[in-house]
């Protein structure tokens, strides 16, 4: 009985649930009609459920819902609790909250996307641009119309030069121009003037030529102007690239002045002179003709000042009412110096080739030795002084020798080494070569004797060779040749040839070599041990002769600082003869035969030189120019030793 009855109980449980979804899912069915009953029927939704479902999902909202009702508390209801209008009232309850809950999620999620299509966020200057050229690409016509227009301003551009100028102007392009401005009355180029063109300006240079960057494009005026010449104005048309402009004149209005530039030795016309006088100056012609236009003043004299490349500056006072053309002579910048015992102590001097601004470098100490020593640089204003002024000694109470490098352009003095006897070999470039004997060493030293490479830049010394003795030594180009001796040698001795930095080393002859005698500018000939060799500069390799040569006489050549002339002196029917050696031709040319000339000579410059004269009235030393004049005494000196022969120890 008891089965029965829960067993009918549990089918009118199902047919309860039953009833609920379906009505349920009436409701919530859009397309269902929405019915209409008289009473609520007794449908307990909460039958044998402790929470409540979650809602359905409503598939139009984008955004995910959360469940409509949270049930905090369990309810727990019964057929003896509820009546049948209580379950209905409920249910419908709960359905209503279900369905206002998802509809305002619905809207919500509508509002916002409604909110995102009416979004009055102003674009960015990036957006609308990018906005604008979609729209002007997408619309053809536009686009048609855009392009067209452009071509036909180029084509304006490009065939107006009004147009074309403004345009390239406003993009920022912009041109050059050169010119060379030229005195009228000389035809000789000016210097200084002052030229303005398109809002630039600049001045010429020495050969009148002027150069102005950042034009702007179009017809500008030129202005070319300078004190005592006429003011030149022109409208000049500015182009694309340089604008070579090419020569101007400039009328002179001012005060004119001449000069005739000479070389003092030679005689001969210098060609660029320049002569100045505050902002006036000009250039002397190809004549030496030099015409200085100046502003006219009420001045009574006039200073001015002559100059050109290698020569010493003059400077002059002329009346301003003078007409006559003036001969100015140029003297060699290069200095004389020398050593003088007028004092009664050996001094160093250095004076201009005319006698003038004569100056003692270096005061003798009273210890030196007459057996002095003094090689000037032929390229730098310097020299290289050998003596024993310092008064230093050996343990056996010797004067040891000291090598001193002047500097002529402020006087000052370096001891580079001081040894029992030093022997200059010559300059090579920026490097002083000499040979010294080590102090304290003992006869058999093997390395007694140092050939040596001074940097006068770096200020370092350099061993280039070493023996217990050179048999001879000397400098030819710029690259040193030396034979040693195999007296205390450890290895084998030969005659050698190194460049003065100590590269390039080689060994000419493997055999010992007791003598180099140059015969002439470009041979040498070698006594060895086992015969006569003739050695060309510049070879790997000797020639053996079969005999010895006739009266081998060595010869001293001096070259010129540009290596085009060589100096050498020749005795020639019982007279000294001064010549000079064309270096490419092959070919001497007689400069002087006097009796009394003598070594050393030496270059001022690429054509002037200075010789030494030795008679019974003078020991003195003369200037004297390759083109031509006569010789001019400098100053009576000192015999010192100079370049020459090496000497033996």
Excluded: C
């Amino acid at each position: 009985m008891l089965d029965a009855n829960k067993k009918e109980q549990n089918g009118q449980d199902i047919d309860n649930v039953s009833d609920a979804e379906e009505h349920v899912r009436k409701i919530m069915d859009p397309s269902e009609a929405d019915p209409i009953i008289d009473q609520a029927q007794d449908i307990d939704i909460f039958a044998n459920h402790s929470e409540a479902t979650t809602a359905p999902e409503i598939l139009e909202a984008k955004i995910p819902v959360e469940p409509s009702i949270e049930l905090t508390k369990t309810h727990e209801f019964s057929e003896e609790t509820l009546s049948d209008d209580e379950k209905d009232a409920d249910t419908d309850k709960v359905v209503d909250e279900i369905i206002a809950k998802e509809g305002d999620d619905l809207l919500e999620a509508e509002d916002k996307e409604l909110a995102k299509a009416f979004n009055d966020k102003k674009p960015s200057l990036k957006d609308k641009l990018r906005n604008f050229f979609v729209a002007w690409w997408v619309n053809k016509k536009a686009r048609y119309i855009t392009i067209g227009s452009l071509a036909g301003l180029l084509i304006v551009a490009t065939v107006v030069p009004v147009s074309r100028y403004f345009m390239f102007n406003a993009l920022g392009v912009r041109a050059s121009a050169s010119m060379t401005i030229f005195d009228d009355s000389t035809g000789q180029p000016l210097k200084k003037v002052t030229v303005t063109l398109s809002g630039q300006t600049g001045k010429t240079d020495s050969d009148g030529k002027v150069n102005l960057k950042g034009l702007k494009l179009g017809t500008k005026e030129l202005v070319i102007e300078k004190r005592a010449f006429a003011v030149e104005k022109r409208k000049i048309t500015v182009g694309w690239g340089s604008n070579p402009l090419g020569d101007y004149k400039l009328l002179p209005i001012g005060s004119q002045y001449t000069f005739l530039v000479t070389d003092f030795l030679s005689g001969k016309v210098i060609h660029k002179a320049e002569a100045s006088s505050g902002d006036a100056n000009a250039i002397s012609d190809e004549e030496g003709k030099i015409i200085l236009t100046v502003e006219a003043s009420d001045n009574t004299e006039l200073k001015v000042v002559i100059k050109s490349e290698g020569y010493r500056s003059e400077e002059i006072i002329i009346p301003t009412s003078t007409k006559e053309e003036k001969v100015i002579k140029l003297v060699s910048a290069r200095k004389e110096i020398f050593v003088s015992k007028r004092s009664g102590k050996y001094d160093l001097y250095s004076v201009d080739i005319d006698g003038k601004n004569e100056k003692i470098v270096l005061a003798g100490t009273g210890s030196e030795r007459d057996d002095l020593a003094l090689v000037p640089d032929p390229i730098n204003e310097a020299a290289a002084y050998v003596s024993t002024r310092e008064n230093k000694r050996n343990k056996d109470g010797y004067l040891l020798s000291t090598l001193t490098l002047i500097d002529l352009q402020d006087n000052s003095s370096e001891d580079i080494v001081t040894s029992e006897l030093v022997q200059v070999v010559g300059w090579s470039g920026d490097r002083l070569v000499f040979v010294q004997v080590t102090a304290g060493s003992s006869a058999a030293n093997p390395k007694r004797q140092r050939l040596m490479s001074h940097n006068s830049k770096t200020g370092q010394n350099q061993e280039l060779a070493a023996s217990n003795y050179f048999n001879d030594v000397m400098m030819i180009g710029g690259r040193i040749y030396y034979a040693t001796s195999d007296t205390y040698q450890n290895g084998a001795s030969g005659f050698y040839g190194i460049s003065s930095d100590g590269s390039n080393k080689q060994t000419i002859l493997n055999k010992e070599t007791w003598n180099l005698f140059r015969t002439s500018y470009d041979h040498l000939i070698l006594s060895a041990q086992d015969g006569w060799y003739d050695y060309k500069i510049g070879d790997k390799q000797v020639t053996k002769l079969g005999g010895q040569p006739a009266n081998p006489v060595s010869r001293i050549y001096v070259d010129s600082p540009d290596n085009k002339h060589s100096l050498w002196i020749d005795v020639r029917d019982g007279k000294r003869v001064l010549i000079s050696y064309d270096i490419k031709t092959g070919e001497d040319k007689i400069l002087q035969t006097k009796a009394g000339i003598t070594n050393p000579v030496r270059w001022l410059d690429n054509r002037s030189l200075i010789f030494r004269m030795i008679t019974n009235q003078e020991t003195s030393d003369y200037a004297l120019n390759i083109d031509g004049g006569n010789p001019v005494k400098i100053v009576d000196v000192t015999n010192v030793v100079g370049l020459g022969r090496w000497y033996y120890y």
